[in-house]
């Protein structure tokens, strides 16, 4: 029992190293939504909101207001707020269902990532619940989608793709 809390405290002791030289990096914090942010603005060229706001987190190059969204895995869900940005741009791992995730690791890696209409969704979910883990219909999922697979709503350069590349597949 000693030895696993020995490693757990070592392996802790790593994690918080790493943590420290990412938010040197990125002047935040080392949480996945930081980190998420921070990779979006480098990659897509989003001016970031100089102060923490749950809606917004920027703009994208065309004036339009973003949420971004880092997922380790994507289970169909996402945080929406009710008076929230114009799109949201969600980075996620793998496609999952979410009761198959519990207990499994969670890599921050980025597979696919996703531009949605907020107001699309909300026409979409025009009656249900928006906020926190709200459930959204496969179908929107693939039409959101403008990494891996092209899209021309959002087209990405090449650099862009070898950009999100380097996150994925990770350990």
């Known amino acids: 029992m ?16 790493i943590d420290v030289a990412l938010s040197a990096c990125i002047r935040r914090p080392a ?22 706001n749950n809606a917004v987190d920027g ?14 895995k994507r289970e169909s869900i996402l945080d929406l707020h009710e008076d929230g940005p ?10 999952s269902a979410a ?6 690791s969670r890599p921050l890696v980025i597979e696919a990532v996703y531009l949605f209409d907020a107001a699309k969704l909300k026409v979409d979910l025009q009656g249900r619940r928006i906020g926190t883990a709200t459930s959204v219909r496969a179908e929107l999922w693939e039409a959101a989608e403008v990494y891996p697979r092209p899209s021309a709503a959002f087209p990405l350069t090449e650099d862009q793709r070898e950009l999100l590349a ?3 597949h990770q350990p």
């Open 86 to 95: 114009e799109v949201y741009l969600v980075l996620t791992g793998p496609k």
């Open 59 to 72: 703009w994208l190059a065309d004036g339009r207001t973003v949420n971004v969204r880092w997922y380790p």
């Open 31 to 52: 949480t996945p939504g930081h980190l998420g942010d921070w990779i979006a603005a480098r990659i897509f060229g989003i001016a970031l909101e100089p102060h923490a």
């Open 2 to 17: 000693s030895d696993d809390i020995r490693r757990v405290a070592g392996l802790i002791g790593e994690r918080n190293r």
């Open 166 to 168: 380097l996150f994925s």
């Open 99 to 104: 009761a198959s995730s519990v207990g499994t």
